[in-house]
Structure formats: structure tokens, C-alpha cells
Nanobody
């Protein structure tokens, strides 16, 4: 499956952005979708994931209560609503997908989008 991440941009601290991850070429059916991010000079890290049904979501501690992941399977799109953004949220955000894996490790996801840059100014 080909993934296209979009929605990044420049926002002030305390602001909001909504990222989208769309499937191109095929349906998201059966896939767990995850968001990762990579800040300058740092390793890529897990942010959140949502299973196919949408009933199960998981967040890294640093974004709990601020970020919300959701999916619209009819549109083959997963969203990451990011509120109360902080400068430390600045990173390139990537969406990833897999049919078998739903954990937090990068190696578990076989399909990756190209990334979208989020910059939070203080």
C-alpha cells in the first residue's frame, strides 16, 4: 500500500494541526496505521497507532491528552489531530502501515509514507 502524509505546517505553540495519511492504490482494509516522528538530530519515534476497526488506539506518553488518532475507512484515510502543540513536537511526521503488526517499533511496519513537516514556534 502507498501512503501519503499531509497536513504539516508552521504553527505557534498552543496551536493545532491535523495530519492526514491517505492510501493510494488500495484500501486500508485490515491495516494498522501508525504515526511516527523524527526531530532534527534524533531517532524516529512512535507517536500513535490505530487498528483497523478503530476501536483500539495507543499513544506515547508525551502526546496523551493532546493528540487524537482516528480513521475513516470509507475514505482510506487516517487522521492525527494535534492540539496544544509544543516546540518539542517539531518533527517530520510519518505514517506507517502493516497488516500483522500493531506495536510501537519501527521495524514492525512494512509500508511508509514520505513524511510531512510540523514546525511549532515558541
Amino acid at each position: 500500500v502507498q501512503l501519503q502524509a499531509s497536513g504539516g505546517g508552521l504553527v505557534q505553540a498552543g496551536g493545532s494541526l491535523r495530519l492526514s495519511c491517505a492510501a493510494a492504490g488500495r484500501t486500508f482494509s485490515g491495516y494498522t496505521i501508525a504515526w511516527f516522528r523524527q526531530a532534527p538530530g534524533k531517532e524516529r519515534e512512535f507517536v500513535s497507532r490505530i487498528r483497523w476497526s478503530g476501536a483500539s488506539t495507543y499513544y506515547t506518553d508525551s502526546v496523551k491528552g493532546r493528540f487524537t488518532i482516528s480513521r475513516d475507512n470509507a475514505k482510506n484515510t487516517v487522521y492525527l489531530q494535534m492540539n496544544s502543540l509544543k516546540p518539542e513536537d517539531t518533527a517530520v511526521y510519518y505514517c506507517a502501515a502493516d497488516t500483522y503488526y500493531s506495536g510501537t517499533a519501527l521495524y514492525g511496519y512494512n509500508y511508509w509514507g514520505q513524511g510531512t513537516l510540523v514546525t511549532v514556534s515558541s
